[in-house]
């Protein structure tokens, strides 16, 4: 059945309508709506895709397509990861869109650059403005769903910046695909439906109840034909006027108008929007040997957690013995599970200890490399027995005094990744995201009388809700005017140390998961001989600092039993990855689009 359906999803993401295009643009050329996925949601089987001078992995067939039609149309990497955000901001609103924040690596041939559109705390925001009247931590949905949860969006003007330097095409003709769909309309699909039925909160904002769901407060069925004008009017100004349309004007006035309404109005001001930069950072990255060949794993810097966290787990795993294979009967073993476990149960302890905005917070010993040392990683592995630690402690990597609290740990959610490369060898990994499924659950529109718009986010709960531990020590990560929050996004770009030669681009959306999906894909690939798909598809596995997460109905009892064996508390629980990756092949490149949703690869 599984094959059936995958067969149903390529059908419908090939096949194109030529009936239906927009306005021809100055080159020529027509974005052609694509025939719309109509198959179910769920666990889909998914072979993998060859192409072999470019190709688009991303999480809705639309998406991809954007992308693949832009790099047909001469389009580079860059280009067509703009496309696809767009697309997917219309079709996937419940992950990113222009109401949110993305961290983007991108590599044009000789280096790799960071270009961090995180979200930033406007000028009124307060270290305890998550606390209630008590003194304690708001609960997570009241946060949430409050105009102090939203962050100033940076998605829109860092692609702008990015575009500046890496656009083959004009700014104005990336947004031909999304503008068509808003205005022509898309087909809600299975993922969609089922994620707008199910959410308790969004129905509460009357804009999003008037667009998302029937009069009875249904959600639109599967295949309804949904159209968003009001997106399709913001877009059309964005492609004309850049994004200083977002930042400033009408649209700045809406953002700011939704996010003083109650429950618990925010302090976003206008000036916070005008104010937004996005900043460039040194893209970290560290060695990793595996098969006799050295790699060189490159992903974002703070505020991400992400690359910091993979590279720690990657590290200490490397100094640890093996008991027996490490993959057996094609799933990771026992042995494998608790050694990965209480690596992670480590990093998750320096993470909560260290990482916050670097513009806010000094790296331990004044540099995050500190934390993916070699010396620093072999101590730290030195800790990792036959029985499961419980807890663990944040080390101390250049000898560095502890001057912060830990944050403790709360929800994280959402987000979409996007992996490109184009002919000319150029590539993008980018996780894009407005946090929780459908962000803040604030729908802004600059005119009431026009369907539709688009959805802001609740970055801000990204941030530590407690800003002090009970001895006064501030958390790195807490609220703080003009800062970024803490994220686990983990664009990855891969290249052989010693030729420099690009080998994957990869990444997923997951909350704090999106570091252990990430890290599956790597260790899959590298150590385990397997093709970037059949990594993809591996059952899910995290350990967040607690417990052993596995993917629900993926592991055998005898796993389970073993882990608690060895002293874990062990938790089935589901584990929806939506990773999307790309690697080099001898004949080119091959895709991978995860099972667990609706993403496609499409390529030359």
Same mark, same amino acid.
């Given at each position: 059945m599984h094959s059936t359906v995958y067969r149903l999803i390529a059908l419908f993401a090939l096949a194109l309508l030529t009936a239906c295009t927009t306005q021809p643009l100055a080159s020529g050329w027509h974005y052609t709506i694509p025939d719309q996925p109509e198959s179910a949601s769920g666990f889909t089987d998914k072979p993998g895709w060859a192409t072999t001078r470019q190709a688009v992995a991303a999480a809705n067939p639309l998406a991809t397509d954007a992308g693949h039609q832009i790099l047909r149309a001469g389009g580079s990497a860059l280009d067509a990861t703009i496309a696809v955000q767009l697309v997917l901001g219309l079709v996937e609103p419940q992950s990113s869109g222009i109401g949110g924040g993305a961290f983007l690596l991108h590599f044009d041939g000789q280096r790799?650059?960071?270009?961090?559109?995180?979200e930033t705390a406007p000028a009124a925001a307060k270290g305890d403005q998550f606390l209630n009247t008590e003194g304690k931590p708001l609960p997570f949905d009241d946060a949430v769903l409050s105009g102090q949860s939203v962050g100033v969006p940076g998605a829109v003007r860092m692609l702008e910046a990015a575009h500046r330097q890496h656009g083959a095409l004009p700014w104005a003709q990336l947004f031909a695909p999304a503008i068509a769909l808003a205005e022509q309309g898309f087909k809600v699909s299975p993922r969609l439906h089922t994620l707008l039925q199910a959410d308790p909160h969004l129905r509460k904002d009357p804009l999003a109840l008037r667009f998302f769901y029937t009069p009875q407060g249904q959600a639109w069925p599967v295949g309804h034909v949904l159209r968003n004008p009001e997106y399709g009017h913001v877009l059309r100004r964005l492609a004309s006027e850049g994004s200083r349309a977002l930042h400033e004007g009408p649209v700045a006035q809406a953002i700011v108008a939704r996010t003083a309404q109650p429950p618990r109005p925010g302090g976003l001001s206008l000036q916070d929007l005008a104010n937004y930069q996005p900043r460039m950072r040194e893209a970290l990255c560290f060695d990793h040997a595996a098969t006799s060949r050295a790699y060189r794993i490159c992903g974002f810097p703070p505020p991400s957690s992400g690359q910091i966290a993979i590279g720690q787990i990657l590290g200490m795993l490397s100094h640890t013995r093996a008991q027996g294979p490490e993959l057996a009967e094609g799933l990771p073993s026992p042995d494998w599970l608790h050694r990965y476990a209480e690596a992670s149960r480590l990093a998750f302890a320096d993470r909560a200890q260290y990482v916050a905005d670097p513009d806010f917070v000094n790296a331990p010993g004044g540099d995050w490399r500190s934390l993916l040392a070699p010396d620093y990683l072999r101590e730290r592995s030195q800790l990792i027995g036959a029985q499961a630690m419980k807890v663990a402690l944040p080390g101390q990597p250049a000898a560095s005094p502890i001057a912060h609290a830990p944050m403790p740990t709360q929800p994280e959610y959402g987000t979409s990744h996007i992996s490109v490369v184009d002919a000319q060898g150029r590539a993008v990994a980018m996780t894009t995201t407005i946090e929780a499924a459908f962000g803040s #659950?604030?729908?802004?529109?600059?005119?009431?009388? #026009?369907? $539709?718009?688009f959805l802001l986010n609740n970055q801000l709960t990204d941030f530590s809700f407690v800003p002090t531990d009970a001895q006064g020590r501030p958390v790195a990560n807490r609220v703080e005017p $003009?800062?970024?929050?803490?994220?686990?996004?983990? &664009?990855? /770009?891969?290249?052989d140390k010693a030729s420099g030669q690009l080998l994957l681009s990869a $990444?997923? &959306? $997951?909350g704090a998961v999106i570091i252990h999906f990430t890290s599956k894909v790597l260790v899959g690939t590298l150590h385990w001989g397997l093709n970037v798909q059949q990594a993809v598809? /591996?059952?899910n596995f995290a350990n967040l600092g607690g417990p052993v997460l596995l993917e629900n109905q993926r592991w055998p009892a005898s796993t389970v039993q073993a882990l608690q064996g060895r002293g874990h508390e062990v938790r089935l629980i589901d584990m929806t990855s939506g990773l999307q990756a790309i690697e080099r092949t001898a004949t080119g490149w091959f895709g991978a689009a995860d099972p667990r949703r609706e993403g496609v690869v499409r390529g030359d």
């Open positions: 790799v650059q960071a270009f961090d559109g995180r #659950r604030r729908m802004v529109t600059t005119d009431p009388a #026009r369907p $539709g718009g $003009g800062k970024r929050p803490r994220s686990s996004m983990s &664009p990855t /770009l891969m290249f $990444g997923s &959306p $997951g598809n /591996l059952p």
